[in-house]
């Protein structure tokens, strides 16, 4: 008995052992060929990166951006992009604003410009501004809630409504300060009565932008409502961008380029569990027979500023793939083409996939691309 059982154990652990090698040869191999097809695919983002983009700015009706927060290389993106894509018929920009922000930053003068500077500035929308845009048709769609100056669009209101008791109790409630524990309260006011006067913004009511802003806000103040207040704003956000989009010229070309948050632009599900913007956008476009594009961005070292607040930027702690990503980035900007990998990476049998694996196939089939900043540097504004 003891004889068999020595055999039996050599055995096992011979058969072990080379289960083992093979299983490692095996991963090596594929990572191997997953860093090969990337290499293959990857850009210097000012130059052959930029033509890249272009290309397929060419042959798409919605080109996404999903961006970092805070920090001076997206605008300045934007800047060395917009040129190019407006040959292709891009004059309007989607972004992470209220319809009233969007509103002041581009054609605000003076005491009339947004006053406190978010995800945008006023310098950024001017610069961006194109000749044939007018107020009733921006360049710039203000496409989510207001999020920064919320009493300010309150304020707003109470000026076009002076004899309107609901509107002056409420402007009484933010004149200190807003805050988002105010926000169940002000709805209560507003739930039976609208303003005498309203100000409509790109097809979309200041009153109701305040009342929805409002809405995910009070949501946002208790812990258990925190998935409902982000699905909300998702739904915000599309119900904005398809009425903007619905209402362009038919003789106009429609094409969009859309500048959001990274979770916002995902195709399918997001982290969260989220059908996001991206996924709306995409889902239209592909009924209508259009084309998108969608391109992630993230940091690999620098910082960031936002609302005054600087932070670390540095996102290759939080995710394996944008380690692994960021240590196959050739250079100081490197934008990768995703779609061969997404095919490389479906290619692995579901049971075989190793977290890396996994996570690469979840931006892979997120985004068509993605950009690699080394370094970011804080946005002045």
């Not at 207040?229 to 003789?251: D, G, V």
Request: proline share 2%; hydrophobic share 40%; with cysteine.
């Amino acid at each position: 008995h003891y004889k068999i059982q020595k055999l039996l154990t050599n055995m096992f652990l011979k058969g072990f052992t080379s289960f083992l090698f093979t299983f490692f040869a095996l991963a090596a191999s594929c990572q191997t060929e997953i860093s090969a097809v990337l290499k293959a695919n990857e850009y210097d983002l000012p130059n052959a990166g930029k033509t890249f983009i272009l290309k397929e700015a060419h042959n798409a009706s919605f080109l996404l951006l999903g961006e970092l927060h805070g920090e001076k290389e997206i605008p300045d993106l934007m800047y060395s992009l917009w040129a190019g894509i407006q040959k292709n018929g891009f004059n309007h920009i989607a972004a992470e604003i209220s319809p009233w922000a969007a509103r002041k930053l581009e054609f605000g003068i003076n005491d009339d410009s947004l006053k406190t500077e978010g995800l945008w500035t006023n310098r950024q929308a001017k610069r961006l501004h194109t000749n044939k845009a007018t107020v009733n048709d921006p360049t710039l769609w203000g496409c989510d809630m207001e999020e920064i100056s919320l009493d300010d669009e309150m304020r707003t209101l109470a000026k076009i409504n002076h004899n309107d008791s609901m509107v002056k109790e409420v402007a009484s409630i933010v004149n200190n300060r807003y805050s988002r524990q105010k926000a169940a309260s002000i709805l209560k006011l507003m739930k039976n009565s609208r303003p005498h006067h309203d100000s409509i913004i790109n097809n979309i009511s200041l009153f109701e932008n305040i009342k929805s802003s409002l809405i995910i806000d009070s949501l946002r103040a208790l812990p258990e409502a925190k998935l409902k207040a982000q699905i909300t704003r998702e739904n915000l956000m599309k119900t904005y961008f398809l009425k903007r989009y619905l209402s362009l010229p038919a003789n106009q070309k429609k094409r969009v380029f859309v500048r959001f948050g990274r979770n916002h632009l995902h195709k399918g599900f997001d982290d969260r569990g989220l059908s996001t913007l991206g996924n709306f956008i995409n889902e239209y476009a592909f009924a209508k027979g259009l084309k998108c594009f969608n391109i992630a961005a993230f940091a690999a070292g620098g910082k960031c500023k936002l609302l005054g607040e600087t932070y670390d930027a540095d996102e290759t702690q939080d995710d394996i793939a944008f380690n692994f990503l960021s240590k196959l980035a050739l250079y100081d900007a490197t934008i990768f083409d995703l779609r061969q990998l997404r095919i490389q990476l479906h290619n692995i049998a579901f049971e075989q996939r190793n977290e890396l694996d996994k996570r690469l196939l979840f931006w892979s089939d997120s985004y068509d691309a993605i950009i690699c900043y080394k370094k970011v540097e804080p946005l002045n504004n």
